[in-house]
């Protein structure tokens, strides 16, 4: 069955910490995905990854980075998290055409 | 303009009901189409890939206007269980519509 395990499904952390969400899947997919969603605002594109130690910025990468060494694993690292990065971070694995995604990340800064 | 807008919605329609969505895109050079399905804190699952010619899964029915630009979907026979929030996708930008909202009533 598909797997996409991202590592925490909340975490309560301080303005100013460095975050590090992680998202691992088991279908040995080339292209991986960070989205934050927030209500009206619908899935945001944060960063993308179409294959070992590649990246490629989506629609708000401010204040983000990624790292993807190994093919199964991909990370989103808020360097200094702010109040704003409050969401939920949703990480996807594709073999196009579906995109398949992990239970979320609900972060909040305080 | 952004890139995939959506009906805001809320969708709210008794049991039974026929409900369609639409969602328009920007970039003409768009080629894939998906319909997913969001239920209450859960992550989204794909719904339906939507085809040039249209397609159709029992209730769902899907459908694509390239000279506008929107694709679209109808929910037939709307059962308590379609209350979802709907997102469409733009799949070769990995672009999401902000999603419809759908409750349906008894």
């Known amino acids: 069955d598909v797997k996409v395990t991202q590592s925490s499904r909340y975490l309560v952390k301080r303005t100013g910490e460095k975050v590090f969400l992680e998202c691992v899947q088991d279908?040995?997919?080339?292209?991986m995905f960070w989205y934050r969603q927030d209500p009206g605002l619908g899935l945001r594109l944060i960063y993308f990854?179409?294959?070992?130690?590649?990246?490629e910025k989506g629609d708000i990468p401010e204040g983000y980075s990624v790292s993807r060494e190994k093919k199964e694993r991909f990370s989103l690292i808020l360097e200094s998290a702010s109040t704003n990065q409050t969401s939920m971070y949703l990480c996807?694995?594709?073999?196009?055409?579906?995109?398949?995604f992990g239970e979320g990340s609900r972060l909040t800064v305080l | 303009r952004k890139e995939v807008e959506q009906d805001p919605g809320p969708f709210n329609v008794p049991e039974g009901a026929t409900v369609a969505f639409n969602c328009t895109y920007s970039?003409?050079?768009?080629?894939?189409f998906f319909w997913y399905r969001q239920d209450c804190r859960k992550e989204p699952k794909l719904l339906m890939s939507?085809?040039?010619s249209g397609n159709e899964d029992g209730r769902f029915t899907a459908q694509l206007n390239r000279a506008s630009q929107y694709i679209s979907l109808l929910i037939r026979d709307s059962k308590l269980s379609d209350s979802a929030t709907y997102l469409c996708?733009?799949?070769?930008?990995?672009?999401f519509g902000a999603g419809t909202r759908l409750t349906v009533k008894p």
């Open positions: 939507v085809y040039s």
């Open positions: 279908m040995d997919h080339e292209n």
């Open positions: 996807a694995s594709s073999s196009r055409p579906e995109l398949f």
């Open positions: 996708v733009v799949r070769n930008d990995m672009r």
């Open positions: 970039n003409s050079a768009s080629q894939s």
């Open positions: 990854s179409y294959d070992v130690k590649m990246k």
